[in-house]
């Protein structure tokens, strides 16, 4: 049986940081056991132009500088997509290093998405400028129609959407964010070698029943909220396969503690200050411990281009409990596997 588990150091494809005082307190989490985390762009108001990225920038450097276990940590930075998003901007913004990619949120679909995108037909010559110079596009793939069951706008959007994105741009690189379904998973397998996805722990670890089993459970609702058991089964498969196009995204998203139990709670799950004890879990479960490094080090700096990383990390075989809340820079946050114990522990 293995015991000790070292990998180089891995990236985190998918993270929010939040702003402010809470990004003072979140970040340290996630640069503890990452090199580098993709961030989003969706404050209030969201980062739309290069400008407000730098800004945004120095900002998460500061807060980094205020006590992170890891000061070499790097965010890599991504633009928010509007309607009105200009081509020109997008591919200067990218040229000078502000940037790494571009976020695609549907209208309306997420926590701080007021200002996405009502039509993806209206930002055809952006994503025809990315594609030109190589620039990925990062895409939450839910449909907001009202008569779409939640629990099917991520299937509708690739039949909708997806499918035909891809038809339309074949060179343009895509990530496809936070997958939740079968269909999705089936998709990304299918697909071209400029398709890829990223999977949260949390869509591999619990299902629908854990937000409505026993009661409403607040601390287990996100969006893409958490699927039927078959879903979460064939993500489970799809990250512990090997297959190369699919990598490490935490969507961590952390909430107050009290705007989560509240009468409209906000969607978001906090996980990072327990990742990658969360993933490897899984792939201990799945018997897969040799495709862990793959999934969580390798496969996302290949399909960003990017080198990969020349430190490690280990986790080791022991006990570690998920402590009920954490004291993120005076806002209590209530993360994922609050009050379990896993079976691995992160020790550098």
């Not at 990062?138 to 008569?147: A, I, K, P």
Request: aromatic share 8%; net charge negative; glycine share 6%.
């Amino acid at each position: 049986m293995t015991t000790t588990l070292t990998l180089r150091r891995p990236d985190d494809w998918h993270v929010h940081l939040r702003d402010g005082a809470i990004l003072q307190g979140v970040v340290p989490h996630t640069a503890r056991q990452f090199a580098r985390a993709i961030v989003m762009p969706n404050l209030n108001p969201p980062m739309t132009d290069a400008a407000g990225v730098s800004a945004y920038r120095a900002r998460i450097m500061a807060a980094l500088d205020q006590g992170a276990s890891n000061p070499a940590f790097t965010p890599l930075m991504t633009l928010y997509l509007t309607d009105a998003t200009a081509p020109d901007e997008v591919a200067r913004g990218y040229a000078d290093g502000v940037f790494v990619a571009a976020k695609l949120y549907p209208a309306h679909a997420t926590t701080g998405s007021a200002h996405g995108v009502t039509d993806i037909a209206r930002i055809y010559p952006v994503l025809e400028r990315m594609a030109a110079i190589g620039m990925p596009l990062l895409v939450h793939g839910e449909v907001t129609d009202s008569h779409v069951d939640i629990f099917d706008r991520e299937a509708v959007f690739i039949d909708r959407t997806m499918t035909r994105l891809i038809a339309d741009l074949p060179e343009l690189r895509v990530v496809f964010e936070h997958i939740t379904t079968a269909e999705a998973a089936a998709f990304v397998e299918n697909a071209g070698p400029n398709v890829a996805a990223t999977i949260t722990p949390q869509h591999l670890h619990i299902n629908r029943n854990a937000m409505l089993v026993g009661g409403i459970r607040p601390h287990a609702y996100c969006l893409p909220v958490a699927k039927r058991e078959h879903h979460r089964l064939a993500l489970r498969k799809l990250a512990t396969s090997g297959f190369s196009r699919v990598f490490l995204g935490t969507d961590t998203a952390p909430h107050a503690r009290h705007l989560k139990e509240a009468a409209c709670g906000c969607a978001g799950i906090f996980n990072a200050p327990f990742a990658l004890e969360s993933y490897a879990t899984v792939f201990d479960e799945e018997g897969a411990l040799d495709r862990f490094e793959a999934f969580a080090s390798l496969n996302g700096p290949a399909f960003y281009r990017l080198p990969v990383n020349e430190g490690t990390v280990t986790l080791v075989r022991e006990p570690v409990t998920v402590p009920d809340a954490i004291d993120c820079n005076g806002t209590m946050i209530v993360p994922f596997h609050a009050g379990e114990t896993l079976g691995w522990r992160l020790i550098q």
